[in-house]
């Protein structure tokens, strides 16, 4: 369906204009509120700009713009104009707002919706490796304005580069604009933050049932520091995946590619903690910080706090002053609340059907105990969600995901997780643009918030929107590098758009972090699955089916674990069995249209009466 309307469209030779704020998670927290007034001026700026020089807006997603012009020279004249106004405005020197921007020039399929290809990508890519104020362009770009520039406006060459995904070096300059600062660091092409593992603390209570609030504590440091300026984590289900294995800690490092390890043990009986931590180098094994804290169960929340403060101190990495009591901003002041809260989450991230039911009553108890705590609220959309889209879609379920995440939203509207949900909760409503709005406040409010970047993707792939799905999967997995489901959704979009080199290397690089993965955790189906379907995507089918069987032989009633089935199998035209695995994903209770109509991987069986009559039942 999707490859139909492709055929469709019309190449274009077009110059591709991105734009994004340099740290901007460290400005919204710096900010807070402000942010919001912040944002919308930088937009004005850019519009104002733009506008002027003939740009057409194809796209916004939390601080970034995507326009397209007709020419080079605009694209340079209107990127110099905002440069300019920004390094003049007061308001943006006091807060620190740089803009980096990235421009190319090249062919691009015009769609209903604007425009993409691969040198809509290399565009972007281009400007994801520049620096606050700086403005990147390709050697098409320049060969195009060297003799025709804007005044007070020059070129400087900055070499060549790989940019990511792509395999061929791009050849870039930068602008040179007279009257404000034109020095800046090599590119970023590589991560430079330290990065911290934050391991599940280890249960030394004498009730073995304490393992969620150990984890619990865990997670909440991983939050605390996530958005620590010059601070990179490692996802919680990546290092979670290595609990209880007997591993050196140089060998933690090395598996979850950290460059230093956070472990502790916990404590916990009656009200009555002792929590004891170690933060050690990876590479040398040598010990960097260490504590231990008796405290009384109600101080929790500072004493999390507190820990994350002491690494942040003894990697000598500034932490933001609004993020200290970031802790106790989310949580309830309740600690019996914050338990059944605990225990909810702990539930939720198993991810079947009977843990989310579990999980589900625990946030109820939460909320039973603490009548405003936006946290558990959230959680309660997330599950219901979930059951609507893999369980029973019923009107029950669909009304309870809407509350939740609206009284989420009315107890704590500054709060990103809170927008996330509700975003999630209006797309299986398909209130697709009030979702997209919820979406972009979440990412507003926390611009590094992988579920927002994530959940936002996958709205735009349920609606057959693929090039901005493939575009919000890049940006999660820029926050989220160790997570396999945002790159290997990304090469799905980039193969439903023709982009077969983006969709290979995606590919690949997907399935190096599955194999990562299943190393730590050989059991994870999301991951056998998406890896199967990678892997026979770029060839290797006897590996691919041997982890979809693996799959299969663990969970065989999954939902989703069927529906992938029934795409891998469509792939190799077996199309008996495709739809035998697209029926019974169906009765299964997974009932989303949208998959089923956008998803690239089902094109052999779309025309085939029994998936017509799958759609008919969905109506």
Not at 388 to 393: A, K, L, P, S, V
Request: charged share 25%; with cysteine; proline share 2%.
């Amino acid at each position: 369906m999707l490859n139909r309307r492709m055929k469709k469209s019309q190449k274009n030779k077009k110059t591709f204009f991105f734009s994004d704020i340099e740290g901007s998670t460290r400005l919204a927290q710096q900010l807070g509120e402000s942010y919001a007034s912040v944002l919308e001026r930088h937009r004005t700026v850019i519009r104002m700009a733009h506008n002027k020089f003939n740009g057409k807006e194809i796209d916004t997603s939390g601080d970034g713009f995507f326009i397209v012009f007709n020419q080079p020279q605009q694209a340079v004249a209107a990127a110099a104009t905002i440069q300019k106004d920004f390094a003049s405005k007061n308001w943006a020197r006091e807060v620190g707002l740089k803009v980096r921007i990235g421009i190319h020039h090249g062919h691009a399929l015009a769609t209903n919706s604007g425009f993409t290809g691969l040198e809509v990508h290399r565009a972007s890519r281009i400007c994801n490796i520049g620096h606050g104020g700086q403005v990147l362009i390709s050697k098409k770009v320049h060969d195009r304005v060297k003799g025709d520039l804007p005044p007070g406006v020059s070129l400087e060459e900055v070499g060549k580069v790989q940019l990511k995904d792509f395999e061929k070096t791009d050849h870039l300059y930068q602008l040179v604009i007279s009257g404000i600062e034109n020095d800046f660091p090599p590119l970023r092409l590589g991560t430079t933050k330290a990065n911290v593992a934050v391991m599940p603390f280890v249960n030394l209570s004498d009730d073995p049932g304490q393992d969620y609030f150990c984890e619990g504590i865990s997670e909440e440091i991983i939050l605390a520091l996530d958005n620590t300026a010059g601070l990179s984590v490692v996802s919680r289900s990546s290092s979670f995946a290595l609990k209880g294995k007997r591993l050196d800690v140089r060998e933690k490092g090395r598996l979850l590619g950290a460059s230093a390890v956070l472990e502790g043990t916990v404590r916990k009986k009656d009200r009555q903690l002792r929590i004891s931590v170690e933060l050690v180098n990876a590479e040398t094994g040598t010990n960097i910080w260490s504590g231990r804290f008796d405290r009384q169960l109600k101080d929790v929340f500072e004493l999390q706090d507190e820990i994350a403060q002491n690494i942040v101190s003894a990697l000598e990495i500034k932490l933001v002053p609004e993020r200290e009591h970031d802790i106790q901003k989310r949580q309830t002041s309740n600690v019996e609340a914050y338990d059944f809260y605990l225990k909810g989450r702990h539930s939720y991230y198993q991810f079947s059907r009977s843990s989310v039911k579990q999980a589900l009553k625990m946030f109820q108890k939460a909320i039973e105990i603490d009548e405003e705590y936006a946290l558990a609220y959230a959680g309660l959309a997330d599950c219901y969600s979930y059951l609507y889209m893999y369980d029973q879609n019923s009107e029950d379920n669909l009304k309870e995901a809407i509350l939740a995440s609206l009284q989420a939203m009315e107890l704590a509207p500054q709060m990103a997780e809170a927008h996330a949900s509700r975003g999630v909760a209006l797309t299986i409503k398909k209130q697709y643009k009030k979702a997209a709005a919820a979406f972009e406040k979440a990412i507003e409010l926390n611009p590094s918030l992988f579920e927002a970047w994530y959940h936002y993707a996958r709205a735009c792939f349920s609606q057959g929107k693929m090039d901005k799905a493939a575009r919000l999967f890049d940006e999660a997995s820029r926050y989220r590098p160790d997570d396999y489901q945002s790159v290997l959704l990304a090469s799905q979009a980039y193969e439903n758009l023709g982009i077969t080199v983006l969709a290979a290397k995606a590919r690949q690089t997907g399935v190096s972090i599955v194999e990562k993965q299943l190393q730590h955790n050989p059991t994870d189906i999301r991951a056998l699955y998406l890896g199967a379907s990678a892997l026979i995507a770029n060839g290797e089918t006897g590996k691919g089916l041997d982890w979809l069987r693996r799959a299969l032989a663990l969970e065989p009633d999954d939902p989703m674990l069927l529906y992938n089935a029934a795409c891998i199998t469509a792939m190799l035209n077996k199309e008996q069995e495709a739809l035998h695995y697209l029926e019974q994903c169906f009765a299964a209770g997974f009932k989303q249209r949208g998959w089923y109509e956008n998803d690239g991987n089902l094109n052999s069986i779309r025309d085939h009466p029994r998936f017509k009559e799958l759609l008919d039942k969905m109506e």
